[in-house]
Nanobody, 132 residues
Framework: QLQLVESGGGLVQPGGSLRLSCAAS????????IGWFRQAPGKEREGVSC????????NYADSVKGRFTISRDNAKNTVYLQMNSLKPEDTAIYFC?????????????????????????WGEGTLVTVSS
């Protein structure tokens, strides 16, 4: 069974930090680009960040640029999202997703509206709540 499992979500105060993990089972992530997406209550799903299959390219939504960092460790078959300086508007369910066989330029389009439909595999999500 091919699975992506997110972990690391929880409750954090504004200005705090959290690191999300996306672990793959049933397949290796070496040839997959990975994107992080989120969906807040009453809002559409949006792309947060993505990393190319090679790990050499990353992209971020303007709303998180400078605060979030995406990285991957293929030896651990895991992708991470380090979130710093968290704001209440970051509250959402965070999903990781994987795509296979796309050119690098396409892999970097995760922040484009509706790009999430191009992802091949999805995790179930982890809830991040930023509140005092």
């Amino acid at each position: 069974q091919l699975q992506l499992v997110e972990s690391g979500g929880g409750l954090v105060q504004p200005g705090g930090s959290l690191r999300l993990s996306c672990a793959a089972s049933g397949f290796t992530l070496d040839y997959y680009a990975i994107g992080w997406f989120r969906q807040a209550p009453g809002k559409e799903r949006e792309g947060v960040s993505c990393i190319s299959s090679s790990g050499g390219s990353t992209n971020y939504a303007d709303s998180v640029k400078g605060r979030f960092t995406i990285s991957r460790d293929n030896a651990k078959n895991t992708v991470y999202l380090q979130m710093n300086s968290l704001k209440p508007e970051d509250t959402a369910i965070y999903f990781c997703a994987a795509s296979y066989g796309r050119p690098t330029t396409v892999q970097m389009m995760c922040i484009t509206p509706h790009y999430s439909h191009d992802m091949d595999y999805w995790g179930e999500g982890t809830l991040v709540t930023v509140s005092s």
